[in-house]
């Protein structure tokens, strides 16, 4: 385990045929390859690594607002906490298992019109053969509030054309490309762009067979389940995301979005996580 300043300062572990990494700006992590198989995660070569600039990849934390929150409008897109540098408050490495932890708080990002609040947040992160990340938020303020989060996990696929996702069969969703709600019949495949917000709470598989893997991703306290690509035309239009880089990622996100907000009354937490493994 070393701390790393390249291209940030941040937490990683790079031994033989295992790669880990998290950076503070964001508490965002964006190496996760176990030993014997492909990076899992997905990172644009074209993702800005500065100051108050979005990370491409990995996995960026969505938070106290999803997209433009519920009514659209708020910005910066997807929160506020993906621009800030978290507070690295643990690192530890045992057996080849390597767990971070971050901290986040009103202290630290200051005032925020759009969210007035006081509030808490930590992150853990958990790399080994298999990935978690946990995301707990308090209510340090003295009145309720509600917030919306998502962990927005980029995977890395051979070729996005050819993967299936089942497990979501049956499900209602927002389609936030062509408006308005339908039900997901038989798997997810993705054959233009995506942009869907699923109400479920069960596990998903993820067949890559370009890549020759399956992957299970589950998840706890979280309500909704995000399936993202941009396709051809929305990922030009990105000066972050290569043109040619669509076809190589699929996000899979655990959320509480839009009607799904997380109420805190004073002193109450919510931890929300998303865990992923191999078969």
């Not at 998502?150 to 089942?166: E, S």
Request: aromatic fraction near 10%.
């Amino acid at each position: 385990m070393t701390i790393t300043t390249n291209p940030l300062h941040g937490v990683e572990l790079a031994n033989e045929g295992v790669h880990y990494g998290i950076y503070d700006h964001g508490a965002h992590i964006w190496a996760w390859q176990p030993e014997g198989t492909a990076p899992v995660l997905w990172m644009s070569e074209q993702s800005m690594f500065e100051d108050g600039q979005p990370i491409r990849g990995g996995v960026p934390v969505c938070f106290p607002w999803f997209g433009g929150g519920p009514e659209g409008k708020l910005q910066p897109g997807h929160g506020f906490a993906r621009l800030h540098a978290w507070k690295l408050i643990d690192a530890t490495e045992t057996d080849g298992t390597l767990v971070v932890e971050y901290h986040l708080d009103d202290t630290i990002t200051g005032e925020q019109p759009r969210w007035p609040h006081k509030y808490a947040a930590r992150l853990k992160a958990t790399f080994g053969s298999q990935f978690e990340v946990a995301l707990t938020v308090t209510n340090t303020d003295d009145v309720p509030f509600a917030y919306e989060e998502a962990v927005h996990t980029y995977l890395n696929v051979g070729d996005v054309r050819h993967v299936r996702v089942t497990g979501l069969a049956g499900a209602k969703y927002l389609d936030k490309v062509a408006g308005g709600w339908a039900t997901q019949v038989g798997d997810v495949e993705i054959t233009a762009e995506t942009d869907r917000v699923y109400l479920s709470t069960d596990d998903v598989l993820v067949y890559d067979p370009t890549h020759g893997r399956k992957l299970v991703i589950g998840k706890t306290g979280s309500t909704n389940t995000v399936v993202w690509n941009p396709w051809v035309a929305k990922s030009a239009a990105m000066p972050d995301f290569g043109d040619d880089e669509w076809p190589g990622m699929l996000c899979i996100e655990a959320a509480n979005a839009l009607e799904d907000a997380v109420t805190l009354q004073p002193g109450e937490s919510h931890t929300m996580t998303q865990h992923i493994s191999l078969l």
